[in-house]
């Protein structure tokens, strides 16, 4: 809610339109069971380390370098 994006948003209407989008996908991944991983930008942005369990769910290898190298690049304005 504070990311430029929602800023020139009603944010009572913004609020209501996250709240539903969560609750959508996570019905979603509970209709998908095992075939979904869930994780949120705030689990890993402080963390990156927290990234393991989605490496180890795509059965890819984990490599902390270029996570590091892309949470540092600006991508927005």
């Known amino acids: 809610m504070k990311s430029k994006w929602w800023a020139d948003k009603?944010?009572?209407a913004a609020l209501a339109q996250m709240v539903d989008h969560?609750?959508?996908m996570v019905a979603a991944r509970e209709q998908l069971g095992d075939a979904a991983y869930a994780i949120h930008y705030d689990d890993y942005v402080g963390d990156p380390d927290q990234l393991r369990g989605l490496y180890a769910w795509l059965r890819e290898p984990?490599?902390?370098a270029p996570i590091d190298e892309v949470l540092a690049?600006?991508?927005s304005s």
Do not use: N
Request: proline share 0%.
């Open 10 to 12: 009603d944010k009572d």
């Open 22 to 24: 969560e609750a959508r």
């Open 62 to 64: 984990f490599d902390r």
């Open 73 to 75: 690049a600006r991508h």
